[in-house]
């Protein structure tokens, strides 16, 4: 079970495949005074460059940036990892980015942000994965579990493409499955900071 | 693992010093290099005093080195156009590509130069803490089954103009050799740049002139916000007022530096700021 009164910093989501309409849906529902910041880390084609975070936007109840290499982190603010490069989160909460080669075959890589945030923010992390047709993002929900941070796999039965979330699935026994609407709910209902 | 302990190592046992790199990153690659070699710190200490060869593979390893041919078109799109009022009177335009990598950008470079008849002026110099990229910037041969897209960016920046101009062909400057996948960098054009082995951290600026343009993409986001300073000074410094500066997509100027340069798409121009004292 998880306490009510657990002290979250941040929640990272990853996604690829169908993932795209599902953030949207979140983003469009959750709370505007949303107590953390989320950070997204979404599979995207490498020369399609600008337009995601723009029509983000247009849904989010919360504004959606693109960070910049060393931006801090601050709550109710919403982060996506910029198209070609891998996005980490630092000690001092702050964000560093990286050219270094592709992981899974993706820049970014949910691995590479939900590993570096597991560290950085251990027990105090929520991780979900959702819908995408890639194995990326398993072991970096296995770290967030290994800190003991919430992990949350969205429920495959649900998902456009179910080849991430089973392969995370066939890594961990995650905290919670949830569908979509039950991860809006979630992330609605956490305490405020 | 303490690998805040192991980079006072490295630094004391070699030429190398990473301890101003980002502390998340520099921690992971570190470890990375324990698992491919199957080390523990203990065993990577050893290594590292004692074994030269296994350093400068190391170094490899942790080092980036991903570039290509007209990254991110639009910054060159936006060059091209800039270039012309920016440059056209200088007499001789002195440009450094800090962290070069294996030189595409300064080929990039060169090709837009040229297309705007400046080429005889430029003095361009490309420099890389990394031998074997510096190698390979010299020889201008360029991997090109996996790397269509050069060809696509090429065209991006050189060929989508609207008012009928000729196309630029890209055989103007690239030989295709399909039997060995590469492309290579026409010797006209090769000859022009001069590369050398420079260290951004440890190394002061090895240049008595200033320059027009200093070019260091996606090389300070490995860094810590104070070596990061630190770098911006040092390119300041050795910029002309006016001169402008060509960061990574992503990078931006935090702390003092910001307000001494003003943002004109992606160049950071050098302000023309003579009354603030530093």
Redesign the interface.
Same mark, same amino acid.
């Given at each position: 079970m998880l306490r009510n009164d657990k002290r979250y910093k941040a929640v990272v989501i990853g996604g690829s495949a169908g993932s795209f309409s599902i953030v949207t849906r979140i983003l469009s529902k959750i709370r505007p005074d949303f107590p953390l910041p989320i950070i997204l880390c979404l599979h995207r084609l490498?020369?399609v460059?600008s337009g995601l975070v723009e029509s983000l936007n247009l849904k989010s109840n919360i504004e959606v940036v !693109?960070? +910049? $290499?060393? $931006?801090r982190i601050v709550p109710n603010k919403v982060y996506l990892a910029?198209s070609?490069?891998h996005m980490?989160?630092? +000690? &001092?909460n702050s964000f560093?980015?990286?050219? !270094?080669?592709v992981l899974n075959h993706s820049r970014p890589a949910i691995d590479h942000t939900f590993?570096?945030a597991a560290?950085?923010y251990r027990d105090k992390l929520i991780g979900i994965i959702l819908t995408g047709a890639n194995k990326d993002g398993a072991k970096g929900m296995k770290e967030i579990a290994g800190k003991k941070g919430t992990t949350i796999i969205q429920d495959p039965a649900t998902c456009e493409v179910d080849t991430m979330t089973k392969s995370a699935l066939r890594l961990i026994t995650p905290d919670k499955v949830l569908s979509p609407e039950e991860i809006i709910d979630f992330l609605n209902q956490l305490p405020n900071v | 693992m303490d690998y805040k302990n192991y980079l006072q190592h490295l630094k004391k046992h070699t030429r190398y010093d990473f301890s101003g790199y980002? &502390?998340?990153?520099i921690?992971?690659r570190i470890q990375k290099v324990l698992t491919d070699h199957h080390l523990n710190v203990e065993q990577l200490i050893e290594k590292t005093k004692y074994d030269q060869l296994f350093v400068e593979k190391m170094v490899e390893e942790i080092t980036?080195n991903?570039t290509e041919l007209f990254r991110?078109p639009?910054v060159w799109i936006d060059l091209y156009h800039k270039y012309k009022s920016f440059l056209k009177n200088k007499k001789q335009i002195n440009i450094w590509h800090a962290g070069c990598s294996s030189g595409q950008e300064v080929y990039s470079n060169l090709i837009i130069l040229n297309e705007l008849g400046l080429l005889d002026r430029v003095k361009i110099v490309g420099t890389d803490l990394n031998i074997k990229m510096l190698s390979a910037s010299k020889k201008g041969r360029y991997n090109y089954k996996f790397n269509r897209?050069y060809i !696509?960016n090429f065209n991006k920046v050189l060929n989508s103009k609207k008012n009928g101009s000729p196309k630029v062909p890209f055989e103007k400057y690239f030989t295709i050799n399909e039997q060995e996948d590469c492309l290579e960098v026409n010797d006209f054009l090769r000859a022009i740049p001069l590369f050398r082995r420079h260290d951004l951290v440890q190394e002061k600026i090895p240049f008595y002139n200033k320059f027009d343009v200093i070019f260091c993409r996606?090389v300070?986001?490995?860094f810590n916000?104070e070596l990061?300073s630190k770098i911006i000074q040092q390119f300041y410094n050795q910029l002309f007022v006016g001169g402008i500066m060509i960061l =990574?997509?992503? !990078? =931006?100027i935090?702390g003092f530096f910001k307000t001494k340069f003003l943002k004109n798409g992606p160049a950071f121009v050098k302000n023309n700021a003579y009354h603030l004292k530093y």
């Open positions: 490498k020369h460059r !693109e960070p +910049f $290499d060393k $931006d910029p070609n490069y980490f989160i630092e +000690f &001092d560093s980015l990286s050219t !270094e080669i590993s570096s560290y950085a | 980002s &502390d998340n990153s921690h992971r980036v991903t991110n639009e897209q !696509e996606n300070l986001i490995y916000a990061q =990574g997509n992503h !990078e =931006g935090n």
